[in-house]
């Protein structure tokens, strides 16, 4: 059953973002002016008599044919309404000596940053691959995890369309000859993006934020930058993917704004799990699991004093950012 009372309330760009096909239904009804960042009921409050001659219907009956037509759409294209993640739990299993976790559970929900710290070797990517396996006991950990509280259906693990984990590895190396923009229709319509182009514009446009030099929609994947090709990775995740969970292999500095990048995730409403070894990173975070011989030791929850060491953790980094653009550029450091 769709909640339409909850669909009225969502913006423009959450709505297309979660049916994508009301673009198309937006684009054959002629619905020409609508403001992306405010909810559908305000847009369709706000049409004027002409507007609504143009379109052809009363103000009254436009949100039920709306809904009408959300309605059908889901049983047309089977979507589940229960595939929305809010959380994820981890119940407790094994440290590799087989004893016991020292906690029971841990839930994460949309729009936490969880940040995951240890030794190497400690089991930082085991917990990653606990997490995108939705373990059920069957791994070497124990683990159980769990969606929105409840034991998860097993098409998490299977189903190739409803993936629940989104990967952002360190390095992404392109060998097709594409445009920026042809590479992003490609995976738009993997994604079953029925009009991608807003949405293709919004990734080129947060990805340019994100990264040091603009690239064009032109550019060719293959002579984006380190820093370019990442940011455009992390803003393709955060837009395109219809998967709830980010895990992240720490972001290198180079040539992206980090916390912008993290901004972006979770302004998206994903839960953001990463594993790092950087102090500024792990402050970002509202927890930081400790990982040592293979078990969750602790579960920290970052403290306002901490949030104090942030601030001064963003100041060295901006001199950082200075000098190494200063040294980019050719200047003499001690101008800077
Ligand atoms: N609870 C556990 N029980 C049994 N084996 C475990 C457990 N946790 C991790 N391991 C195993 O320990 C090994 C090292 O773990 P993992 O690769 O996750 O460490 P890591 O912290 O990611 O290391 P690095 O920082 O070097 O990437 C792996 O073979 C993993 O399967």
Not at 71 to 95: H, P, R, Y
Not at 202 to 217: H, M, P, T, V, Y
Not at 257 to 283: N, Q, S
Request: hydrophobic fraction near 35%.
């Amino acid at each position: 059953m769709i909640k339409f009372d909850k669909i009225k309330k969502m913006k423009i760009d959450e709505l297309l973002k979660k049916y994508s096909f009301m673009s198309n239904y937006f684009e054959t009804n002629n619905f020409e002016n609508l403001d992306y960042k405010s909810t559908l009921e305000e847009n369709i409050n706000k049409l004027d008599n002409e507007e609504l001659e143009e379109l052809g219907v009363k103000k009254d009956d436009i949100l039920l044919k709306i809904e009408e037509y959300i309605k059908q759409m889901i049983e047309f294209l089977g979507i589940k309404e229960d595939d929305d993640v809010n959380s994820i739990s981890i119940i407790a299993g094994t440290n590799k000596f087989g004893n016991e976790e020292k906690y029971e559970e841990l839930k994460i929900k949309k729009g936490e940053i969880i940040c995951i710290v240890g030794p190497t070797g400690s089991g930082k990517s085991r917990l990653l691959a606990d997490i995108e396996w939705v373990a059920d006991r069957d791994t070497p950990t124990n683990r159980k995890i769990l969606i929105n509280g409840k034991n998860p259906d097993k098409k998490w693990r299977f189903s190739s369309s409803n993936r629940l984990v989104a990967q952002l590895s360190q390095n992404m190396n392109f060998i097709m000859d594409l445009s920026v923009e042809d590479f992003l229709q490609l995976h738009a319509k993997s994604r079953l993006v029925e009009n991608p182009k807003e949405l293709i514009e919004k990734i080129i446009n947060s990805a340019n934020d994100l990264a040091g030099e603009k690239f064009e929609r032109e550019t060719q994947i293959t002579d984006l930058s380190g820093g370019q090709s990442r940011a455009l990775m992390i803003a393709d995740t955060a837009i395109l993917s219809k998967s709830p969970i980010v895990l992240i292999d720490e972001i290198e500095n180079a040539g992206v704004d980090r916390k912008r990048a993290l901004e972006l995730l979770i302004g998206e409403e994903k839960v953001v799990l990463m594993a790092t070894h950087d102090p500024m990173l792990a402050l970002l975070g509202n927890k930081r699991i400790v990982i040592n011989n293979g078990g969750i030791e602790k579960i920290i929850e970052t403290t306002e004093e901490e949030k104090e060491i942030l601030k001064e953790l963003e100041v060295i980094d901006k001199r950082m950012q200075g000098l190494r653009n200063g040294l980019r550029y050719g200047e003499n450091l001690s101008n800077i």
